[in-house]
């Protein structure tokens, strides 16, 4: 069947895996060049100790960021059903599905998140794009609900 409506959304990725690199290398190259002068001296054992912390650090961070790439929503509206499948950076996967004709859209201004998405419908409600952008999720909500009532 083919789908009114099909969408694959992911969080924004500033930092391309060549980013990451680039990153890491001009940070450990900083840390080098300011130990120089240091060399030869006890002060530089210390300061050895403060800049392996340092990429240590970084590095952990990088690598959480590149795990948090992986999260993906991907919504399918077909005639007879409306499909969700969220896959988590831990390889969890949830799905959600229902009828269309009675899924409704909401869009909560005033929730804890700005713009807060959800579908409702199976007896179930659930978030969507909650990683989105405020106007990225009204843009959704829009598109969406305009697929819905030319489903109906």
Do not use: C, Q
């Amino acid at each position: 069947m083919t789908p009114i409506l099909e969408l694959r959304l992911r969080p924004y990725r500033s930092l391309t895996r060549e980013g990451v690199l680039w990153v890491f290398g001009i940070v450990l190259l900083a840390l080098i060049v300011t130990l120089v002068p240091f060399l030869g001296t006890s002060v530089a054992w210390v300061l050895v100790g403060f800049k392996v912390l340092t990429l240590l650090m970084l590095g952990g961070f990088l690598l959480y960021n590149e795990r948090a790439a992986t999260l993906e929503e991907h919504l399918i509206l077909e005639p007879a059903r409306i499909r969700v499948e969220r896959r988590e950076p831990g390889g969890r996967r949830f799905e959600w599905e229902a009828n269309p004709y009675w899924v409704e859209a909401r869009l909560h201004p005033n929730h804890k998140v700005e713009n807060y998405l959800t579908l409702r419908g199976a007896g179930r409600e659930i978030e969507l794009g909650a990683f989105l952008t405020p106007g990225a999720r009204t843009a959704l909500y829009d598109d969406i609900t305009r697929a819905l009532s030319r489903l109906r």
